[in-house]
């Protein structure tokens, strides 16, 4: 059983950049870890994702550029990096984890955090 926990979250102002993490209670060196957001009144949308293994990653043109996701499997954790933001990135953010990066695609996840509230506003 992994546990994850998001943290990094917070109040930011439009063009401001964040880091959230992604902590693992188990080690999860050979599977993938993906981001989601959920802004208010709409669907979760996926932020890309990460192989635990070699860091290869996938991101949706909607956040090429912007957000970048880097891991350290020292310590079992996935980072989600973010650059001028903006207010419609506003939301709460999830990290999730997978087999494979195949799986996320797939939109099997095994397992999810309990998200971390991201708001921008100035």
């Known amino acids: 059983q992994v546990q994850l926990e998001e943290s990094g979250g917070g109040l930011v102002q439009p063009g401001d950049s964040l880091r959230l993490s992604c902590t693992a209670s188990?080690?999860?060196?050979?599977?993938?870890m993906a981001w989601f957001r959920q802004a208010p009144g709409k669907e979760r949308e996926g932020l890309g994702s990460?192989?635990?293994?070699?860091?290869?990653?996938e991101y949706p043109d909607s956040v090429k550029g912007r957000f970048t996701i880097t891991r350290d499997n020292t310590i079992h954790t996935a980072y989600l990096h973010m650059t001028n933001l903006k207010p419609e990135d506003t939301g709460v953010y999830y990290c999730a984890a997978a087999p494979s990066q195949r799986h996320i695609s797939l939109g099997v996840l095994d397992y999810w955090g309990q998200g971390t509230q991201v708001t921008v506003a100035s």
């Open positions: 990460i192989s635990m293994n070699d860091g290869v990653t």
């Open positions: 188990g080690a999860i060196s050979r599977g993938a």
